[in-house]
């Protein structure tokens, strides 16, 4: 099962990133609505901003937005090991 980000429905159960027992997007047609431009703010500057690279190239696949994966996860740079 891929790494999808996984809120607290307790606090706020009408996140747009929730998904049910199946794994299943809840609210799919809430991102589907959203031109490219915005949900690349969303995740980048928005309520998707504190999710990991990876969560982030799950979601963009599920929604069919992978060509936004690029201008979305930020390259990961390590420093160089002693």
């Not at 049910?20 to 031109?35: E, F, I, N, P, T």
């Not at 690279?53 to 990961?76: G, S, Y």
Request: proline letters at 7%; a negative charge.
């Amino acid at each position: 099962m891929p790494n999808f980000y996984q809120p607290d429905l307790g606090s706020n159960p009408d996140d747009p990133f929730a998904r049910d027992a199946d794994g299943k997007l809840v609210r799919r047609g809430y991102w589907l609505d959203m031109m490219d431009q915005a949900v690349v703010l969303i995740l980048t500057q928005g309520i998707g901003a504190h999710l990991t690279n990876d969560q982030k190239r799950a979601h963009l696949t599920d929604i069919k937005r992978d060509h936004l994966i690029d201008a979305i996860c930020q390259v990961e740079i390590l420093p160089p090991e002693d």
